[in-house]
């Protein structure tokens, strides 16, 4: 799940990703701000949910992926788009 959140005073949205993988122990996203080897590291909450909020600056595109137990790499099922990678998969992109 993605939570906008816009400011009408504030240059940037806060954006809450929750996201619930099975069997998972870590959760972090990677890509935001273009960003792929800086993770952020989401919280676990009791009902095994993962979620953070993160700030990113309005009228920007946004490539990420989750990355589940350090090995796994998932999509966002409700992101705004998918865009092909140079792996042969694709990332999930968020448009705010």
């Known amino acids: 799940m993605i939570q906008k959140t816009y400011f009408k ?3 940037y949205c806060k954006v809450k990703f929750a996201f619930k ?3 998972a122990e870590t ?9 792929w ?3 952020i590291t989401m919280s676990k909450k009791k009902d095994g949910t993962f979620s953070v909020d993160v700030n990113l600056p309005k009228e920007s595109k946004h490539e990420f992926k989750y990355l589940v137990n350090a090995t796994e790499w998932i999509n966002e099922p409700e992101a705004d788009d998918q865009q092909p990678n140079a792996f042969g998969g694709s990332n999930s992109v ?3």
């Open 21 to 23: 993988p099975e069997h």
């Open 27 to 35: 959760v972090e996203i990677l890509g935001l701000n273009s960003d």
């Open 94 to 96: 968020i448009v705010l």
């Open 37 to 39: 080897k800086n993770s």
């Open 9 to 11: 005073t504030k240059d």
